[in-house]
């Protein structure tokens, strides 16, 4: 009889989660659903608000990635008024976008993530947590808290806080980089560099130990997306559109953000709030792709700075064609981080941050407007449709966590399918934790994804073909 | 292979990173951390105490806001002496429901309670550092096993019966702010010189709102 597995909740990511892992009559694995039980529904009550008013709204939407929101909702709003903003902007709201990719991906890896492969897979969740690294490696600790820190000190410097800046407008920014900020940015490189530099030395230990998990966690064909320059080369805010298969050739390239409705269907699942965009021409589910460090660097032809291209090229030697393990998001986010703080050091000698030239100024000239910008966890799109008077008609948010919906159901049962063969209709332990961390390989920001709230628990159901709850586990 | 061993040649950042045996340089005699999300009505009390005590200008007091408590606080948290932790607290039976969610608001509160609740903090290591946010007192644990210091430490809540999308406060939100804010300066006053009592009023919660963006 075919069975189902439910784990609820998921711990360390953002939000509320449960995954159903379906069993077949013969008691292996069918197939997994990722769900996300919570709602609060931006794209809705936004209607009828000022679009100047959606960066600051829309960056409430999660206390970690605002940046994020802020700048893509910026640009929509660039869009609406139908200017180019000025370069100095142009060039602040990039390096906060490079603070955030910093801070982010810095928590993601030490915190979130490293104490699952550096403490082993089978220690108790109550111990599996920083703790457990700092009992292990005080300094590697403290290394990273720093790095995150550095990250959110740059969002601070230009944003005058943390979380939630209302800096980034429609037009421009409201402020330029200070001198004092430019020499604290400039005196906190050299440890950023050294700490992202030893992260990566210790990730090349893992891969050599970690085979298994490079196979089985997330390690499937799918279509990559994100943001290229006009030559092909690493974007973060700005360029165009370009989607590469696993086989690493180029489907679909130089499409306008504007244009994505072309090339993205949205997919719903009745049993979660997450949306799950696809490829359009190849409908769903064969349409799925993943967005993020792993696909970001799939998609790009170099990094555009020395240090980071050397590393791009080691990382696209694991593939043939694209890399495919979603367990090799990692390694991207650490190549990520040098790529960011190389041009976070190439902007401390750019004068053209202290300019007083910051904003575009222009009343609606567009009732449309699409801005994208590459969040830390992949591709943000913010869709805005206004009246005459610049209210708000429509909104459409589509975030990197839905985006990988449909990769985060392929890890699941790929994880679930090498640990459950002819199961006894209980769910097997060392297989829950390495479930948690396929799905949190991708990061997800569940509060981002579903506009939802909240800390994310574990609820895990092993479900019969019949419907039948035959095993469950929470945690949190 | 143990963790341990596992990291122990790998890792040296070396001359660039702080010594962790240093002694902590102490730069606030008193910090108060204000979290909350300031959308959802009165759970942004917190952060708006931490704004309302900025604007005093209390000598040795230093505030920081936020939505979340996150790792990288346990380096500011080290370099205080005494830090208050703010937060709104849910009472049971509060108005939670969220718009368009169809959940169906509970009975209304029934409070006998004081304004705010006032508990003092150790560090509880033991605690699971959840997802980007973390508990007070696993924020103290991480500042004294990774910074050297867990200040003395308390934990200062105000009762949210209203937890929906909004800005504005209840009755009993705006008591508990006036209430924390009294507490904070008569800890100031005891621990920061005696000068925080001469300091300026505080203004009304709600006057003080400002925009989103202007």
């Known amino acids: ?476 | 292979m143990p963790a341990e061993k596992f990291l122990a040649g790998c890792f040296s950042v070396g001359e660039f990173l702080m010594n962790t045996d240093a002694p902590v340089k102490i730069e606030a005699e008193l910090l108060v951390i204000g979290y909350g999300n300031s959308l959802r009505r009165d759970d942004g009390v917190g952060p708006r105490v931490a704004e309302a005590v900025e604007e005093l200008h209390l000598p040795g007091v230093r505030t920081l806001t936020c939505q979340l408590l996150t790792p990288e606080f346990a380096d500011p948290i080290a370099r205080a002496r005494r830090v208050i932790f703010v937060d709104a607290e849910i009472v049971q039976g509060s108005e939670f429901k969220v718009p368009g969610s169809g959940i169906p608001n509970p009975e209304p509160a029934t409070l006998n309670r004081e304004p705010i609740r006032w508990r003092k903090l150790e560090p509880g290591e033991t605690s699971q550092l959840m997802a980007h946010s973390a508990d007070p007192r696993t924020m103290l644990a991480l500042a004294r096993d990774v910074f050297g210091h867990a200040p003395e430490a308390w934990w200062l809540t105000i009762p949210a019966l209203h937890l929906g999308f909004g800005t504005d406060y209840s009755p009993e939100a705006e008591a508990g702010f006036h209430a924390a804010i009294v507490k904070i300066k008569e800890l100031a006053g005891k621990f920061c010189g005696g000068h925080a009592n001469k300091c300026k009023a505080v203004g009304n919660l709600r006057a003080v709102e400002k925009p989103v963006l202007s």
Not at chain 1, 245 to 266: F, H, R
Request: aromatic residues 8%; charged residues 20%; proline residues 5%.
């Open chain 1, 1 to 476: 009889m075919a069975k189902r597995i439910v784990i609820d909740p998921v711990t360390r990511i953002e939000g509320h989660a449960k995954i159903s892992i379906f069993m077949d009559d013969a008691g292996n694995v069918a197939d997994a659903e990722f769900h996300v039980v919570e709602f609060r529904g931006f794209e809705k009550f936004c209607e009828g608000r000022p679009y100047s008013e959606m960066p600051g709204i829309t960056q409430r939407i999660c206390g970690i990635c605002p940046v994020s929101h802020t700048l893509a909702s910026a640009k929509a709003g660039d869009a609406i008024m139908a200017v180019s903003i000025p370069p100095a902007a142009d060039k602040l709201r990039r390096l906060l976008n490079l603070g955030q990719f910093v801070q982010s991906h810095a928590l993601s890896f030490f915190h979130l993530s490293a104490p699952d492969f550096l403490l082993g897979w089978d220690t108790p969740p109550a111990q599996r947590n920083v703790f457990g690294i700092i009992a292990a490696n005080k300094e590697l600790a403290r290394a990273g808290i720093r790095l995150r820190q550095f990250g959110q000190e740059i969002i601070e410097i230009l944003g005058g806080k943390k979380v939630h800046p209302a800096w980034a407008v429609p037009g421009g920014v409201r402020s330029n980089l200070s001198a004092e900020g430019r020499a604290r940015i400039k005196a906190w490189l050299p440890e950023a560099y050294a700490t992202t530099n030893v992260a990566l030395e210790l990730w090349k230990k893992i891969m050599k130990s970690h085979g298994r998990e490079i196979q089985i966690f997330g390690n499937f064909p799918s279509l990559f997306m994100g943001l290229v320059t006009p030559d092909g080369s690493w974007e973060h805010h700005g360029g165009k559109l370009r989607f590469t298969d696993s086989s690493g050739s180029i489907i679909a390239d130089q499409i306008d953000v504007a244009n994505y409705k072309d090339y993205i269907g949205e997919a719903v699942q009745n049993t979660s709030y997450l949306k799950s965009p696809y490829y359009l021409p190849l409908g769903c589910p064969e349409g799925i792709y993943r967005v993020g460090p792993l696909a970001r660097l799939n998609v790009a032809e170099q990094m555009g700075v020395p240090k980071a291209d050397e590393e791009l090229k080691k990382f696209k030697k694991l593939g043939r064609g694209a890399v495919t393990s979603s367990f090799l998001y990692h390694y991207a986010r650490l190549i990520e981080i040098l790529a960011s703080l190389e041009y976070i050091e190439r902007y401390m000698d750019d004068p053209e941050l202290s300019s007083d030239y910051l904003r575009a100024d222009a009343g609606i000239n567009s009732l449309h407007g699409v801005g994208a910008s590459e969040a830390p966890r992949g591709t943000l799109f913010h869709d805005y449709t206004v009246d005459c008077d610049g209210l708000l008609k429509s909104v459409n948010l589509i975030v990197a966590t839905g985006q990988n919906n449909l990769a985060m159901n392929q890890t699941v049962a790929q994880i679930a399918r090498h640990y459950i063969k002819g199961g006894n209709g209980q769910i097997p332990e060392p297989m829950l934790n390495r479930v948690e961390h396929g799905i949190r390989c991708y990061d997800p920001c569940l509060s981002c994804s579903t506009h939802a709230v909240g800390q994310m628990p574990l609820h895990v159901q092993m479900i019969a073909p019949d419907g039948r709850v035959l095993d469950e586990k929470m945690r949190g």
